[in-house]
Structure formats: C-alpha cells, structure tokens
C-alpha cells in the first residue's frame, strides 16, 4: 500500500482536478463575488494597469531610442513582474485560485502600478 500512495502523490496535479468534472456533480451555489459590479471594478483595475504599462513601454522606447538602449531594461523588469498578475487572473479565470484570494490582484496590480509610475519619474530624471 504504500508504494501505491507513492504512486498517488506523484501523478496528483498540483493545483486541483485538471479535467473538468460534470456539471451535475458540482453542486450549484450564488456566489457573491461574481456580481455584474465586481467584475465591472477589476476589468476597470486590471484596465488602468494594462494602460500604465503601455504607456511606460512606449516612454521606455523614447528614453532609449534618445539616449541609451539599457533604459529597455527597466522594462523588461515590469514586465517580468506583471506577468505574476497575468498569472494571477489566469488562475482566477480557471478556477483554480479560490475567489477569496481576489485581493492578491489588487495587491500585485497596486504594485505593479507603483513600479510603472517610478519607472516613469527614473526615465526622465533630469
């Protein structure tokens, strides 16, 4: 018996079920967070931080098409740190982050634009 618990442990994903069970199974409850102005508020959020990077992208380019191409570096650090929240809202969106865990979001979003507006201020530094 033991091996096979071994055996268990290994081939179990690590996030939950990776085959979506039936419908039939799953038993059906309201869940709150999913109102029509939740998800308006975190596509606004999640908006407002895609913008923020665009923008820091584009003044990135400027800075370093004017002055030296190492400015394209700073980029490249918001961007590594924003994929963690495309990370974030994929599992979200497959359900495997629990809706508790929403403020993660916000948390690396808050983050994310704090680093997008002092990359901004470090660019044109004068």
């Not at 409850?29 to 975190?42: E, G, I, M, N, W």
């Not at 918001?78 to 629990?98: D, H, M, N, V, Y």
């Not at 201020?121 to 004068?126: D, R, V, Y």
């Amino acid at each position: 018996r033991p091996d096979n618990e071994e055996a268990m442990a290994e081939t179990s994903p690590i996030f939950g079920s990776s085959s979506p069970s039936k419908p039939s199974q799953q038993p059906l409850y309201y869940d709150k967070t999913d109102s029509p102005k939740t998800r308006a508020l975190q596509v606004a959020f999640v908006s407002c931080v895609i913008i923020a990077v665009g923008i820091t992208f584009i003044m990135t380019v400027v800075r370093a098409i004017q002055e030296d191409g190492i400015y394209i570096l700073l980029f490249v650090s918001l961007i590594s740190f924003a994929q963690t929240e495309l990370f974030l809202l994929w599992w979200i969106r497959k359900g495997e982050l629990p809706k508790e865990k929403f403020w993660w979001l916000y948390i690396i979003g808050f983050c994310v634009l704090l680093e997008s507006i002092f990359t901004d201020i470090l660019l044109f530094h004068a």
